[in-house]
C-alpha cells in the first residue's frame, strides 16, 4: 500500500499569515500516460465530514476559495492557504487515489490560529 | 441536491456486527461506474477508507479489514450498507458515506459524504 505522511503533524499561523501542509506519498503518485498527479486534498471542521478542497494536486473544488492552493508533483505535494481565515482552522489530510485501493489518507494536519 | 444520510445502532457490544446504512437521496446509486464508499475516523484519529462499491454488486475492500467487512448496494431502496463482524474497541469510529467526484471504476476521491454516524463498541 501507498503510505502518505504529512507534516507538521500540527501547525499554528496568524490570521492573514501563509500556511503551508506538506505530503510525501512513499511512491510516485505521477501517471505518466495523462501527466496527472492521483492526489486529493481534504478539510476537515470538528463534527463535520471532511470537504474536498484540491484534487489532480492543484485543481481547486467548485467553491473553494482561491486563497487554497495544491502543488507538487511525483512524491512530494504541498497544500497552501495563502492568507489564513478564522474559518480555516481545522485538520487537513491529503489521500492519494492512484493505481488500485486502498487509497489511503495522510495522518493529518491540525491547524490552528496563532 | 445529492444528500447522503448514514443510519445505524450508536452502540455495539465486542464480538458482534455492526450495521450501517447510507441511504442515498437526490441522485440514483445506479450508475455503472459510481462506487460509493465507506470512511471511517475513530475519535482523535485519522480518517480510512474501509470499502466502496457500485449498483451492480462490484465491491472493494481494505485488505486491513477484508476479512470482517461486507458492503452491498440495495437499488430498490436506493442505499449501500457495511456490515463489520467481530467488532472491538479498536472499531469506535465516525463512519462516512461517500460518493467519488467522478464515474470511475477506480481512483475515487470523494466530494459528497454523509454527516457520518458515531458507533461506540463497549459493553
Known amino acids: 500500500d501507498i503510505v502518505m505522511t504529512q507534516s507538521p503533524d500540527s501547525l499554528a499561523v496568524s490570521l492573514g499569515e501563509r500556511a503551508t501542509i506538506n505530503c510525501k506519498s512513499s511512491q510516485s503518485l505521477l501517471y505518466s500516460h495523462n501527466n496527472k498527479n492521483y492526489i486529493a486534498w481534504y478539510q476537515k471542521r470538528p463534527g463535520q465530514p471532511p470537504k474536498l478542497l484540491i484534487y489532480?494536486?492543484?485543481t481547486r473544488d467548485s467553491g473553494v476559495p482561491d486563497r487554497f492552493s495544491g502543488s507538487g508533483s511525483g512524491t512530494d505535494f504541498t497544500l497552501t492557504i495563502s492568507s489564513l481565515q478564522t474559518e480555516d482552522v481545522g485538520v487537513y489530510y491529503c489521500?492519494?487515489?492512484?493505481?488500485?485501493?486502498?487509497?489511503?489518507f495522510g495522518q493529518g494536519t491540525k491547524l490552528e490560529i496563532k | 441536491q445529492l444528500q447522503l444520510q448514514e443510519s445505524g445502532p450508536g452502540l455495539v457490544k465486542p464480538s458482534e456486527t455492526l450495521t450501517l446504512t447510507c441511504t442515498v437521496s437526490?441522485?440514483?446509486?445506479?450508475?455503472?461506474?459510481?462506487?460509493w464508499g465507506w470512511i471511517r475516523q475513530p475519535p482523535g484519529k485519522g480518517l480510512e477508507w474501509i470499502a466502496s462499491?457500485?449498483?451492480?454488486?462490484?465491491?472493494y475492500y481494505n485488505p486491513s479489514l477484508k476479512s470482517r467487512v461486507a458492503i452491498s448496494a440495495d437499488t430498490s431502496k436506493n442505499r449501500i450498507s457495511l456490515n463489520l463482524n467481530s467488532v472491538t474497541a479498536a472499531d469506535t469510529a465516525v463512519y462516512y458515506c461517500a460518493r467519488p467526484k467522478f464515474t470511475s471504476a477506480t481512483n475515487w476521491f470523494f466530494d459528497v459524504w454523509g454527516r457520518g454516524t458515531l458507533v461506540t463498541v463497549s459493553s
Open positions: 489532480w494536486a492543484s
Open positions: 462499491i457500485n449498483y451492480e454488486g462490484d465491491a
Open positions: 489521500q492519494h487515489y492512484y493505481d488500485s485501493p486502498p487509497y489511503t
Open positions: 437526490g441522485g440514483s446509486i445506479s450508475s455503472r461506474n459510481q462506487y
